[in-house]
């Protein structure tokens, strides 16, 4: 959907435009209780600035398995609920993996240990978020959807996964890659924290695959 304002497309359709806030939907005023028709920002009746809050119920279709309707309001999941579902997938991932991992390591195959330490892990991401979210985003409930509100799909999704875990290759490709690992790393931490200066709070690797993360 495009506003009907200033032209700019809308990630999912939400009560007001990302990019000027004119309303997209029927605004009732909480001055004067006019009804006023998308595409403003003040009261037809008494010149009120129109809030948020203000909107009038609107008709939204259920969300379907593994998707979200564009008629859906987009309501940007937290830096704090992003992090907690990291923090709970990491653990996740650990909790299958560390048995192997410390077998490979007692017995001196500490590059295959790396290899399946970073290999699971991007996996797991790349498969989960494709779909639409991993586990610990579902129990939070957080989606990852495209502009379309479907799951990324397998590219988008291995887009996503670049800079959260597939450019972490060159921290397993050992000491030959020491100054680009930091750098990598760097890129890694600040990656996060991009979201924050997002209107629509997009890391840097949701921009990179068109993707946004919704609560449900």
Known sequence: ????SCGATQPVVGRFCVQCR????????????YVNAPGGRFCENCGHLLAAESTAPVATA??????????????????GRRWAALIIDTVLVVMVVI?????????????????????????YFW??????????KRLLGV??????????GLTRGFMRSIIPNWIGVFVVAGSSAVILAILVGIVQLADPFAMLRSPL??????RMAGTYVVRV
Do not use: E
């Open 201 to 206: 709070g997009q890391t840097w690797h949701d």
């Open 127 to 136: 498969i989960g978020n494709a779909m639409g979210g991993t586990p610990a």
């Open 22 to 33: 004119v309303a997209l939907v029927a605004i009732t005023c909480t001055t004067c209780g």
């Open 1 to 4: 959907m495009a506003c009907p």
């Open 143 to 152: 989606r990852v959807i495209d502009l379309d509100g479907k799951p990324p």
């Open 62 to 79: 259920s969300v379907p398995s593994g998707g979200i309707p564009r008629a859906a309001p987009a309501v940007y999941a937290s830096f």
């Open 99 to 123: 048995l192997p991992i410390a077998y490979l390591t007692a017995t001196g195959r500490d590059f295959t240990a790396s290899l399946l330490a970073w290999g699971s892990g991007s996996f």
